[in-house]
Nanobody, 120 residues
Framework: QVQLVESGGGLVQPGGSLRVSCAAS????????MGWYRQAPGAQRELVAA???????DYADSVKGRFTISRDNAKITVYLQMTSLKPEDTAVYYC??????????????WGQGTQVTVSS
């Protein structure tokens, strides 16, 4: 019903920057929110940042001041700009979208994940 395609992950040195993107498509009537979660090996998946349709953003304490989430409503795309990256930011980053479908049902969808590795 809804597809999320992520891009932009990779390997970066500590202190570096990286941007990941997530484009949504499918039977979308309205996007409630889009966001990024991450999961490191042996850890639970955690919220990194999320942004509502109105543009209100929320961040995990560990990334405040370093990461910025934004969205392009026309393209139904969300971006996560990551700066001052640390080794502890290493994880698989997953895009999430909470949408109202054309059937007017509300559902959550996930991307396939993109690896971000911060290492020298």
């Amino acid at each position: 019903q809804v597809q999320l395609v992520e891009s932009g992950g990779g390997l970066v040195q500590p202190g570096g920057s990286l941007r990941v993107s997530c484009a949504a498509s499918g039977r979308i009537f309205r996007v409630v929110s889009m966001g990024w979660y991450r999961q490191a090996p042996g850890a639970q998946r955690e919220l990194v940042a999320a942004i509502t349709g109105a543009g209100s953003a929320d961040y995990a304490d560990s990334v405040k001041g370093r990461f910025t989430i934004s969205r392009d409503n026309a393209k139904i795309t969300v971006y996560l700009q990551m700066t001052s990256l640390k080794p502890e930011d290493t994880a698989v980053y997953y895009c999430n979208a909470r949408v109202v479908l054309t059937t007017l049902a509300t559902s959550d969808f996930w991307g396939q994940g993109t690896q971000v590795t911060v290492s020298s």
